[in-house]
């Protein structure tokens, strides 16, 4: 099993520009997250999703959209985006069944917008 | 919403000493528990969890107390080595919702030769 993967693992952007983010998992979780994090201040959650179909906001989400069309796959969509966005954006999944709440991360996204 | 408060941001530590890391949270409510290490450059990965109908857990070096009165809860690493030098999160659930987790900010724990 390949696990969580996410591309790209670097970028930059321009003041503006707009990027998706991909996320898929191949273990069959139900639950999918995109966090993101800043230096010294630990991972905030910017979206997640329960299941295919259905997604809810997180502690971040404004300049964010996402979408859960299949199990596998969990886009994070960046819409205009600013410096403030400047972080390491990492897609997690858990299975959440029988107690099992143990998050798997993907390897990171470093985004820089100038 | 549910606040997590981690101490110290910096540890260092000598070999073969012992580290401990403290958290409190907020809401009264929450049930769930892990810490999770992440080394340079690399993804968080879970080392351990405890839930709140447990006071103590181990596993090998590594144990983890819940203290539920006081709304906080330790990890604790005996026998510290060079690979235990990372940062560890702790997180605890955000109630309502889907159980978000809510992390910590983080210690860099450093363990010196």
């Known amino acids: 099993n390949a696990g969580v993967t996410q591309t790209p693992k670097f970028r930059i952007l321009k003041i503006g520009q707009s990027m998706t983010l991909q996320c898929t998992q191949d273990?069959?979780?139900?639950?999918m997250y995109w966090y993101r994090q800043d230096p010294g201040m630990g991972l905030k959650l910017i979206y997640y999703?329960?299941?295919?179909?259905?997604?809810d906001k997180g502690e971040v989400p404004n300049g964010y959209n996402v979408s859960r069309s299949t199990t596998e796959d969990f886009p994070l969509r960046l819409e205009l985006a600013a410096p403030s966005q400047t972080s390491v954006y990492f897609c997690?999944?858990?299975?959440?069944?029988?107690?099992?709440?143990?998050?798997?991360f993907g390897s990171g996204t470093q985004l820089s917008v100038l | 919403g549910e606040n997590v408060e981690q101490h110290p941001s910096t540890l260092s530590v000598q070999e073969g000493d012992s580290a401990v890391i403290k958290c409190t949270y907020s809401?009264?409510?929450?049930?769930?528990f892990p810490w999770y290490k992440q080394e340079l450059g690399k993804r968080p990965q879970l080392i351990i969890d405890?839930?709140?109908?447990?006071g103590e857990k181990k596993d090998q070096r590594i144990a983890v107390t819940l203290n539920k009165t006081a709304k906080h809860f330790s990890l604790h690493i005996t026998e510290t080595q060079p690979e235990d030098s990372a940062v560890y999160f702790c997180?605890?659930?955000?109630?309502?919702?889907?159980?978000?987790?809510?992390f910590g900010t983080g210690t860099q724990l450093k363990v010196e030769l």
């Open positions: 997690a999944s858990s299975a959440r069944t029988g107690g099992n709440e143990k998050l798997f």
């Open positions: 273990m069959n979780h139900n639950y």
């Open positions: 999703s329960v299941g295919a179909g259905i997604t």
């Open positions: 809401d009264s409510a929450s049930n769930y």
């Open positions: 405890i839930r709140s109908n447990v």
């Open positions: 997180a605890a659930t955000l109630t309502g919702g889907g159980n978000k987790l809510t």
